[in-house]
């Protein structure tokens, strides 16, 4: 059994929290795409965490933790985590593909200063050398994990890469030039590090779907950042969908049989690109301030989230994209304060209303067309069973499931783990 949880629009909608209470019925956890330019915020009796690199599954005994082949691999951060968790007495058992391809230490350097020289037109990179790191990539001059391993191979091939990486620096960033010795050194430190958790993961999985074990997926950002059918260029670098978890994993495209598509109820987004239903000011505000555990302020940055009310015509578009076979539906919780609540229910654009998620040009021209609902002016935390809600948040909970036409089978109505209700 594979399955995949993976979001339906910008990014940060509870995927950590969904993951990890999903664990428990699982026997491997794999990050199958992206890097460590998103946070998966935990919240579980060991504590509160942010994981960036590692996969939400290690706060399980049982579970074996995969970073597959698609994912950009930030070795030191990996290793950083990883000592984090064991220094809290959590001991994940992990694997690491030795397909991967590694964040080299040049790929952050020419984020940072790409987004410096773009200036007021840059992209609002997490700067983690995300987009650096898949350019090399599909340019053919990355470096897989395994490469590491043979090191005249490696430092050849390195020296190679900084003769154009340090024209690049000097001419076009004014920057100092980096030394093939000395990132090498790093590059071999990292390596021997890391070295105890690589193996050939594609076997592994191979295996383990012959023993009919459960594995499961884990994405990151949504539907919205894909480069492919989000709102380029305001995107990730790396397919958010599920269909890419066949390949960023190593396993067939049948395999993957249930999609679990994760919604937040209302709308939040890091960085730059078009937002319809975007609010502003003390509103926003009080929405942020209310949201998830903390406020909604992004893992990796801690930068605010824009807000916005629930998008259906974003979120729809967003879950058939993913080829949901069910929806998690997040931080209800946070809407107990309202006395009416506003859901785009359309974009009108040019005069005319759509209820289809367009391309980006005519994307950045929309109008949100709002319909109102009531509010339950209710703390909702607490219930456990989705009948005792209030009615009007089922009314709610129930229109965007109408709105999404997938059902809506997890409501989540706090960020601990237990505080999820089942339908």
């Known amino acids: 059994m594979v399955r995949a949880i993976v979001g339906a629009n910008w990014g940060d909608e509870g995927k950590g929290k969904i993951t990890d209470a999903l664990a428990a019925q699982s026997d491997v956890v794999i990050r199958f795409q992206g890097g460590s330019n998103a946070g998966h915020t935990i919240i579980n009796q060991y ?14 005994d049982h579970i074996t933790n995969i970073i597959g082949n698609g994912v950009a691999l930030d070795m ?3 290793l950083k985590e990883t000592a984090d968790l064991e220094s809290k007495g959590i001991h994940p058992h992990l694997l ?15 984020d940072q200063y790409e987004e410096e020289r773009l200036g007021g037109k840059s992209f609002g990179s997490t700067k983690s050398g995300i987009a650096p790191f898949y350019s090399d990539k599909y340019a053919k001059i990355g470096f897989e994990l395994c490469e590491l391993f043979d090191e005249s191979y490696a430092y050849d091939k390195l020296k190679g890469v900084l003769e154009v990486k340090n024209t690049l620096l000097t001419h076009l960033y004014h920057k100092p030039a980096l030394d093939t010795d000395e990132v090498f050194r790093g590059l071999m430190a990292q390596r021997d590090a890391i070295a105890p958790y690589v193996g ?12 009919g074990k459960t594995i499961l997926l884990e994405g990151q950002l949504g539907t919205l950042k894909d480069p492919d059918f989000g709102i380029y260029p305001m995107v990730t670098s790396s397919s ?17 049989e249930d999609i679990i598509v994760v919604v937040k109820a209302y709308s939040s987004a890091v960085g730059a690109g078009a937002f319809v239903s975007e609010i502003f000011g003390d509103e926003a505000q009080e929405m942020r301030m209310r949201g998830g555990d903390a406020g909604e302020f992004g893992a990796t940055t801690g930068r605010p989230r824009r807000m916005g009310w629930f998008d259906c015509v974003a979120s729809r578009y967003g879950v058939q994209a993913q080829g949901a076979t069910q929806v998690a539906l997040t931080v209800v919780d946070a ?15 040019d005069g005319k209303v759509t209820t289809e998620f367009p391309t980006t040009p005519s994307l950045n021209k929309a109008k949100p067309v709002l319909k109102v609902l009531p509010g339950w002016k209710q703390d909702v935390r607490g219930i456990t069973r989705y009948q005792d ?9 129930e229109f965007i499931e109408s709105e999404l036409q997938v059902p809506v089978t997890m409501v989540s109505n706090g960020p601990g783990r237990q505080e999820l209700i089942r339908r």
């Open 96 to 110: 690491v593909s030795d397909r991967v391809q590694v964040v080299m230490p040049y790929h952050v350097l020419f």
């Open 47 to 60: 504590g509160k965490f942010a994981l960036h690199q590692l996969p939400s599954g290690v706060f399980y």
């Open 200 to 211: 050939d993961t594609y076997s592994f999985l191979r295996e383990a779907r012959k023993e």
């Open 76 to 78: 030191g951060k990996f």
């Open 240 to 256: 958010t969908l599920a269909g890419y978890g066949a390949i960023g994993a190593g396993l067939p495209p049948y395999a993957i």
């Open 335 to 349: 809407l107990g304060y309202l006395d009416q609540i506003p859901v785009c229910v359309g974009y009108e654009i």
């Open 389 to 397: 809600l209030p009615e009007n948040c089922r009314k709610y909970i």
